[in-house]
């Protein structure tokens, strides 16, 4: 009953309904929150743009045409766009801004993360541009998410939620950073559309939905930025290889901890003085708990520099220095083409025996 009589406040508030006197400063707050939803799409709107990609698919001497749509945001004045999820193999790409229409082509893409760049043939003669900034701070749980999108051939609109935790892991499938789960509800079309926060500030584009919890992850911002500086230069993003698999294992105080198993043979990590047995705890600063702490900073580990990894052996802390080599293989996205994640991942994830090849270190 309480959820209810909560939503449905929220429901009148935000439909600009007048509420019944006596909220006070309650009723100040749902206004004040409905006014920045308001600005936020306001500010965004001439963003966001539907992505539509199409290919001719010929089967049983018939050809068929797909044409898949999404939701995609300008990145620059030159007129680039991120997108995910987009068409693989599509003969034509276009966008539709404001009503008007323009042909794009792809200029890189990300197999990890499926996130697609494209530049449109022609600019818009009224458009702006995503910028991305770094957040002072990690975004708290509870925060409240303001994304815009395209619903299927509806018009760009903005929906509301709050981030609810992050999170490495699905089922058994190892994200390839950490992801933001939150409670923006995504339909068809609304996966590759910008996040905010309240202060408008960008927190990530919507990466697959999670409709029978009602939640959906964000890719976060610096990941973004990550792939958006490597694909504008390159159309390729280079990740980083340390070549080591690893255990999480029970410590004596009943706590895990990653302890490296065995190295990939001619890996940076196999040539370094990293030993099997030790255990991690920091690289180039951030602490190691868990697996996807260690894929993490894998992502974001540069090819051509060296990282610091912090160990322990035989009761000291070793501090040794490992190269960063590129990525040799990249592992196969665990997105289905719709934006949403395959049930066959919803399984039991607590199974902590066994080797598990990490951080990217996908045997060549």
């Known amino acids: 009953m309480g959820r209810t009589l909560t939503a449905l406040l929220s429901v009148l508030v935000l439909s600009s309904i007048t509420l019944p006197r006596g909220l006070g400063k309650d009723t100040e707050t749902f206004l004040t929150l409905q006014s920045r939803i308001q600005e936020i799409f306001k500010q965004s709107e001439k963003s966001v743009v539907r992505v539509k990609a199409a290919r001719a698919q010929k089967a049983d001497q018939k050809v068929r045409r797909m044409l898949k749509m999404g939701s995609g945001f300008f990145i620059s004045k030159e007129g680039h766009v991120l997108t995910t999820g987009l068409l693989k193999d599509p003969d034509r790409i276009w966008i539709e801004h404001r009503n008007s229409y323009f042909l794009a082509e792809r200029i890189g893409h990300d197999p990890l993360c499926n996130l697609s760049l494209l530049k449109v043939s022609k600019k818009p ?4 541009y995503v910028s991305f900034s770094k957040p002072k701070e990690e975004l708290a749980v509870g925060s409240i998410l303001v994304g ?8 760009i609109a903005p929906t509301y939620g709050i981030m609810q935790s992050h999170e490495f892991l699905f089922g058994k499938t190892l994200f390839p950073t950490k992801m933001i789960r939150s ?3 995504l339909g068809l079309g609304e996966v590759g559309a910008p996040v905010f926060d309240l202060q408008g500030r960008f927190i990530g584009i919507t990466y697959a939905a999670l409709p029978d919890l009602g939640s959906s992850f964000l890719l976060p911002a610096s990941a973004c930025s990550r792939i958006r500086d490597d694909l504008l230069l390159s159309g390729k993003v280079d990740y980083g290889w340390f070549g080591i698999t690893v255990n999480r294992t029970l410590n004596k105080d009943n706590g895990f901890e990653i302890k490296i198993d065995d ?6 990590g196999s040539k370094s003085n990293l030993r ?9 600063g951030t602490s190691i708990r868990s697996r996807g702490e260690l894929a993490q900073a894998s992502f974001f ?3 051509g520099t060296f990282v610091e990894f912090v ?3 035989d009761s000291r802390e070793l501090k040794i220095p490992v190269e960063v080599v590129t990525r040799p293989m990249v592992h196969k996205n665990m997105l289905a083409e719709n934006g949403s994640l395959p049930d066959s991942n919803l399984t039991d994830s607590r199974n902590v025996g066994g080797n598990e090849d990490i951080n990217g270190s996908q045997t060549p």
Do not use: H, N, Q, Y
Not at 125 to 128: E, M, S
């Open 148 to 155: 815009v999108t395209c619903a299927l051939e509806f018009k």
């Open 301 to 303: 580990a540069r090819p």
């Open 183 to 185: 409670s923006l509800p």
């Open 263 to 268: 190295f990939v043979e001619g890996s940076p």
């Open 125 to 128: 003669l009224d458009f702006t």
């Open 311 to 313: 160990v322990e052996r």
């Open 276 to 284: 099997k047995g030790d255990v991690l705890k920091k690289i180039s």
